[in-house]
């Protein structure tokens, strides 16, 4: 079934039952169709008291959204404004994958205040995950190492650090592509990465 066929059959107030009702199917297909319009992001979810779960099936729900500029401002105080809105809907994307894009944009202002959400990265397996499938490994962990020199972050996993560092026959590469630190030249030299900052770009973190 299509998902725009589906969010018409269910639309409205819901519970698990109701949805099995609906469109005539047991338990386990009913909670696949719920899962499909979460992902999607037309569902709100509630518990009732006697920790029964309501759902809100809307195609307004969708509408709302959430942008990778929008977590960062939330955690930065650096803010960033685009030109180019990319709203991602149904889950909220992690700060894990707020920093790989952050990384990607390649945009001096992104990265720099995407250096906050340092401050809260807890899966480095996550993180390594989606740093090694972008090939931006190293970019990451120089990164870290300069968030580290302006803000209390949370400790980078040995294997993480193990695995991201060059080796001897490694080219340097760029963040950002013409841009190298005056200032951090230690961090550059471990990662083989140019970074695009010097210590007077980092003032607004003081």
């Known amino acids: 079934m299509k998902v725009d066929v589906l969010l018409k059959k269910v639309e409205g107030i819901q519970t698990i039952n109701s949805v099995m009702s609906l469109l005539n199917i047991n338990k386990k ?8 319009l979460r992902k999607q992001g037309y ?9 029964i779960r309501i759902y809100n099936i809307s195609p307004e729900n969708r509408i709302r959204g959430v942008t990778y500029q ?5 955690c930065s105080p650096i803010k960033i404004s685009s030109k180019s809105i990319y ?19 390649k945009s001096p202002r992104t990265i720099l205040a995407a250096l906050s959400l340092f ?26 190492d300069l968030a580290r020199k302006i803000m209390k972050a949370r ?52």
Do not use: C
């Open 155 to 206: 400790k980078m996993t040995k294997r993480f650090r193990n695995n991201a560092l060059p080796k001897k026959q490694y080219k340097f590469e760029y963040t950002v592509k013409g841009l190298k630190s005056r200032d951090f030249t230690d961090i550059q030299d471990t990662w083989r990465i140019f970074l695009p900052f010097n210590k007077k770009d980092l003032e607004d973190y003081k």
């Open 43 to 51: 569902i709100k979810t509630k518990r009732t008291k006697e920790g």
């Open 29 to 36: 297909k009913a909670i696949y169709h719920i899962y499909r």
């Open 119 to 144: 401050r809260r990265i807890e899966n480095w397996s996550e993180l390594y995950k989606l740093a090694k499938k972008n090939h931006i490994e190293r970019q990451v962990g120089a990164l870290y």
């Open 87 to 105: 709203k991602i809907y149904g889950k909220t994307p992690s700060l894990e994958e707020t920093l790989i894009y952050a990384v990607k944009t």
């Open 70 to 74: 929008e977590i960062i401002n939330k």
